[in-house]
């Protein structure tokens, strides 16, 4: 049996940055994951906002590895194509709770290390984003909060890990865990994986892996956050990231723009006894739009594009849960929660410097690839469709296939021909926008199918 | 990057786009130029494959498909050129286009422009239809699209949302593709679709039709739909319904992001370009017709539009000076929209002499009512129903009494 250096339980966007981080090393590293897809659980359905970390709980992990994350975070987004745009954000009181708990805030971001929080008057808040509603008191701006492509950062970690080796194992779910004195065997619906190291990054399923390992530390609660996507015709409502002011009595809801044009509203905060439950439920989509008529009235004037659910994994701890257990050559991620895909480079670089104390022989790989490219999926670049000089290399690239997000069928055909092509069309989505718009495939979903089929030979 | 400068470009070749190209084409000295972004010319009729096309504008009645290639023909025939694949994706603060092709980007220049880019019907989240996301979900739109044009199959067991006359084009749709239909809901008190269609329709397909009940929510299985939620409105009973499909149908919202991406006045309501009875838009020199302005009347409607939109065009190419806005008309709840809405001194009636409207709810012998800053211009009944989900007809001869500038002329229903 082959006997991997490391195998990576869970290919979300944390499982994805430590395989392509320890790949820079002389390691034979598995990626082991249990769905069809990279990034297909918590990764995919998140807020995409690039945090600086300005209201993690000073002293805690998160707080260290969030800004340390944002940093290199948008380096690689530099390098790589991902979509990133500093939009800036603004927190706003609309109570005199909310007004009086935003000094604390400003104190909180400097014990973070974050100093350009300012507080605001409400002339300038509404100067800032004049599509709120009345009744706003003040506010802080985060001028450093950004948004990103979520799904194109957990390709590119992927892709960059494939070309530093990585195997990647999809459909490949761990059952069981045997430890030896030598090397851990994964038991999986797929066949064993042998391994010296193990590292737990299962999102979700983290404490269940983290049992098999005979620890108890957390348990996981699939914490429901419902977002509502609004069309691209409402992006000059939301120039910024609008943040509830959080107090005693709660956390309200964040309307923030896409990087692909379109204004998003929530996410709402529900836990849930079932992890697998990504549903929209009546309530929560009633509460988005009571709160969001109150926050922006005009944006519920705009068309509702998607709606949809993603799944947080909260634990009982305030923080991060990060440990390398040397006996056993195991490492734990968990409760990485929504900050994670901002945090994910730094927890990868934390890791590995963990399990280089506790034994994991490092010696850096020589003549690493240089960092894949991703397809240009955000708004704030040139896409394909705009770009003549590629239109008249390659003129698949001037078929527009989806009208209302502008995908053409050389972006189509490139997805598939990429190191992890989709294996179902919400795969094709986050790799190419297609059906994404306003139309939901009114117009192309007939056509987008068709084209799966032709590339996968499914269908009929 | 290549420039082109025809006389006129149309957007959108549809039952509208073509009908004005082949009319303009005769009309004018200079090329039209006609930009679609499908591969095949022909917009929706294309994949509506059953009769009871070409009724008003071409005296006769045929397929949806073969209405589709007829129009395209006599556009063709007419001298009009016809670039498929072809994006509008910006309008200028004027009137030139950025265009996507496959031979690269163009800008296109045009003397006049006309939009008639249609409509689509609201998908899933729009219509806030909450629970799991699953294969299964179509508009009319994409399953016609599936069925007629990529001979697809959707399930076996279908729920429609709808029960006017597209509804009824999706049950036939999902007949032929051996989908049954068991169960259509609306949330009207009866159905809207034309009588004479319904009453056999609903003998002979055997589809039992809901009314006063709206779809609250999809259960989805193994990445498929499994049963819809369904509450009757007065009472709040629920109950399951399995099925494997679900065709959102009507809910019509044009597509008009051209139109509102270049700053073109919309009317609130039905979100279209607000069009004087020309069918000029708030720029000189842009035009609107079919179904952008009138979400949606029937292809025969929108086609005649196209006929109207060619001879404002002529004049406006000939330096017609525009008269003034004489009055706009307004309309009172139950009616949602009337097309045109702006009405100048000097210009012609509206096309086919009509007025276009919307109503949410079902008036069975409307008595049409006309006001002018409050006073009382006419008043009659009509022998047609003003009916949800399909365009209520006015005569343009119920405003013969407005005089331009004395205010907005307001209809509204008597029962």
Redesign the interface.
């Known amino acids: 049996m082959r006997i991997h250096d490391v195998a990576v339980i869970g290919a979300g966007v944390v499982g994805c940055a430590v395989a392509r981080e320890l790949a820079a090393y002389e390691l034979d590293v598995a990626l082991v994951e249990a769905r069809d897809d990279v990034g297909d659980a918590t990764s995919k359905a998140n807020t995409a906002i690039l945090h600086t970390g300005f209201d993690a709980a000073p002293g805690t992990l998160e707080s260290r590895l969030v800004p340390r994350g944002y940093a290199l975070l948008s380096r690689y987004a530099g390098e790589t194509g991902i979509a990133v745009e500093p939009t800036g954000a603004v927190l706003v009181a609309w109570d005199d709770d909310q007004l009086a708990a935003l000094p604390g805030l400003r104190d909180k971001a400097v014990a973070n290390g974050y100093h350009a929080a300012e507080l605001v008057g409400p002339d300038f808040v509404y100067g800032t984003v004049p599509a709120l509603g009345p009744g706003a008191l003040g506010g802080m701006t985060v001028p450093g909060e950004s948004i990103i492509d979520p799904w194109s950062t957990t390709l590119a970690f992927a892709y960059d890990a494939l070309a530093r080796g990585v195997g990647l194992r999809l459909g490949t779910r761990v059952e069981a865990v045997e430890s030896g004195p030598e090397f851990t065997v994964l038991r999986t619906s797929r066949g064993d994986i042998a391994a010296r190291w193990v590292v737990n990054a299962a999102g979700l399923g983290a404490d269940v892996i983290d049992g098999h390992f005979g620890h108890r530390r957390f348990t996981v609660t699939a914490r429901r956050g419902e977002l509502i996507v609004f069309d691209t015709a409402a992006r000059p409502l939301a120039p910024k990231i609008v943040l509830p002011v959080p107090t005693s009595r709660g956390k309200g809801v964040l309307i923030s723009p896409t990087v692909f044009g379109n204004v998003m509203l929530g996410p709402t905060s529900e836990d849930l006894p079932d992890r697998t439950d990504t549903s929209t439920s009546e309530a929560g989509i009633a509460s988005l739009l009571e709160k969001g008529r109150r926050i922006m009235p005009s944006l519920l004037e705009e068309e509702i594009t998607t709606s949809y659910a993603g799944l947080r994994a909260a634990t009982e701890h305030g923080d991060y849960v990060v440990d390398v257990d040397a006996g056993k050559r195991y490492a734990c991620l968990g409760g990485i929660r929504s900050t994670g895909l901002t945090a994910s480079m730094s927890i990868a670089e934390h890791l590995r410097d963990l399990l280089d104390t506790a034994g994991l022989p490092l010696k850096p790989r020589a003549g690493l690839p240089p960092p894949v490219r991703v397809p240009v999926l955000g708004e704030a670049s040139a896409r394909p469709y705009q770009n003549d000089e590629l239109i008249r290399r390659d003129a698949e690239y001037g078929r527009i296939v989806c009208f209302c997000e502008k995908v053409t069928r050389g972006e189509v055909r490139d997805a598939f021909a990429a190191p992890i092509p989709p294996r179902d069309l919400n795969g094709l989505r986050r790799r190419t926008r297609a059906t994404l718009g306003r139309c939901q495939g009114f117009f192309c979903g007939a056509e987008v199918g068709r084209l799966f089929d032709e590339a996968t030979g499914t269908g009929d | 990057?290549e420039t082109m400068t025809p006389a006129v470009a149309v957007v959108g070749a549809g039952p509208a786009g073509l009908t004005a190209a082949a009319e303009l084409a005769r009309l004018v000295d200079g090329e039209v130029l006609v930009l679609e972004?499908?591969r095949v010319p022909g917009g929706i009729p294309r994949h509506s494959d059953h009769t009871g096309y070409g009724l008003r504008d071409l005296r006769r009645v045929m397929t949806g498909p073969g209405y589709a290639r007829l129009l395209h023909r006599r556009a063709e025939r007419a001298g009009a050129r016809i670039l498929t694949?072809a994006?509008v994706?910006r309008v200028s603060d004027g009137r030139e286009l950025e265009v996507?092709?496959?031979?690269?980007?163009v800008r296109v220049e045009p003397h006049a422009l006309v939009l008639a880019t249609g409509a689509?019907?609201?998908?899933?989240?729009?219509r806030?239809i909450?629970?799991?996301?699953g294969?299964g979900i179509?508009?009319t739109?994409?399953l016609q699209?599936?069925v007629h044009?990529?001979?697809?199959?959707p399930g076996k067991r279908a729920v429609i949302v709808g029960a006017e006359l597209v509804s009824w084009s999706a049950v036939l749709t999902l007949r032929e593709a051996g989908c049954r239909t068991v169960l259509m809901t609306t949330s009207q008190p009866v159905p809207e679709s034309y009588a004479a269609f319904h009453l056999p329709g609903r003998a002979l397909l055997r589809v039992p039709v809901a009314t006063g009940t709206r779809l609250?929510?999809v259960e989805?299985d193994a990445?498929r739909v499994s049963a819809v939620v369904v509450e009757q409105v007065g009472t709040g009973r629920r109950r399951r319904v399995e099925c494997d499909t679900v065709v959102l149908t009507g809910d019509w919202?044009p597509?008009h992001?051209l139109a509102?991406g270049t700053g073109l006045d919309l009317d609130p309501r039905s979100r279209g370009p607000v069009v004087d009875t020309a069918l000029r838009t708030s720029r000189p020199g842009v035009f609107a017709a079919g179904n952008l302005i009138h979400p949606v009347d029937t292809a025969d409607i929108a086609a005649l539009d196209g006929r109207h939109v060619a001879a404002a065009v002529q004049r406006w190419l000939g330096d017609e000076r525009m008269g003034e806005v004489a009055f706009d008309i307004e309309v009172d709840a139950p009616l949602r929209w009337v097309a045109p809405s702006v009405v100048r001194r000097g210009d012609p009636p509206p096309a086919r002499g009509r007025l276009l409207l919307w109503t949410d709810t079902l008036v069975r012998s409307p008595v049409v009512r006309v006001h002018q800053a409050g006073r009382p211009l006419a008043r009659r009944r009509l022998p047609w129903p003003a009916s949800p989900g399909r365009v209520f007809r006015v005569p343009w001869s119920l405003l013969a009494r407005a005089r331009p500038d004395a205010g907005p002329v307001r209809l509204s229903l008597a029962r």
């Not at chain 2, 996507?100 to 980007?105: A, M």
């Not at chain 2, 044009?149 to 199959?153: A, S």
């Open positions: 990057m972004r499908e694949e994006t994706t996507t092709t496959p031979s690269g980007l689509r019907e609201r998908p899933r989240p729009a806030l909450t629970g799991d996301r294969a179509y508009t739109g994409h699209n599936l044009l990529h001979h697809g199959r609250v929510s989805g990445g919202i597509d992001e509102r």
